[in-house]
């Protein structure tokens, strides 16, 4: 397995799976030349491509409007296009939008409405970064847990620690499509808030 597909912070056991590379997709990527006509280059590639760029100029653009384009490179795998291709196409962004880089924020924030149509973008690798993410937040919460050991008062603390623990991951298989289930699909969730104890004065749960 080339060294690129393992250069994220996720779990082993993910990335140890016989499906690991199933999770990686290919990209389309919307581009537009001189002439104000737009294309689209179907990497050969899983995950983040860069070969794109050298090869751009071989790209067809033979679509008069971005939304064709997206409409035929939306078939199969995941669309990406530029940043200067969303400020050109659904105008500048807010500040709130943008990160410090004047990047948009992040992943999640990928989704753009125009003419009625909701539009996102993803780049091949955007399952791996889901987890990267989701791991990277349960792993704050153990170093936070550690540092304040088990006691009463950080009872929500130990919960969402171990409701988000990576040994409940579970992977689904489907065919070619593989997904792994988080604590972020997982719909079952339990309301839990303190409340004064008559007798003791003391916080319960």
Do not use: C
């Not at 035929?72 to 990160?99: C, R, T």
């Amino acid at each position: 397995m080339e060294e690129k597909f393992l250069n994220y912070d996720i779990p082993n056991f993910v990335k140890e799976s016989p499906n690991y590379l199933k999770l990686f997709e290919k990209e389309r990527i919307i581009l537009k030349n001189n002439h104000d006509k737009w294309g689209i280059y179907f990497s050969e590639e899983l995950g983040h491509p860069l070969e794109y760029k050298e090869n751009s100029g071989k790209v067809d653009y033979i679509y008069d409007s971005f939304l064709e384009a997206y409409s035929q490179a939306d078939n199969d795998g995941e669309v990406w296009f530029s940043d200067e291709i969303a400020h050109e196409v659904f105008g500048e962004p807010k500040d709130k939008d943008l990160n410090e880089k004047g990047e948009f924020r992040n992943l999640s924030d990928d989704f753009f409405w125009t003419k009625n149509h909701l539009i996102f973008r993803h780049h091949g690798d955007y399952n791996i970064k889901n987890l990267e993410d989701e791991y990277q937040e349960w792993k704050n919460l153990d170093k936070k847990v550690k540092e304040d050991s088990f006691t009463h008062e950080n009872f929500l603390l130990i919960y969402e620690w171990l409701r988000t623990h990576p040994n409940f991951w579970k992977e689904n298989v489907h065919g070619d499509r593989v997904f792994w289930e988080t604590s972020h699909m997982n719909l079952n969730f339990m309301d839990i808030y303190p409340t004064s104890s008559e007798t003791s004065g003391k916080i319960e749960w």
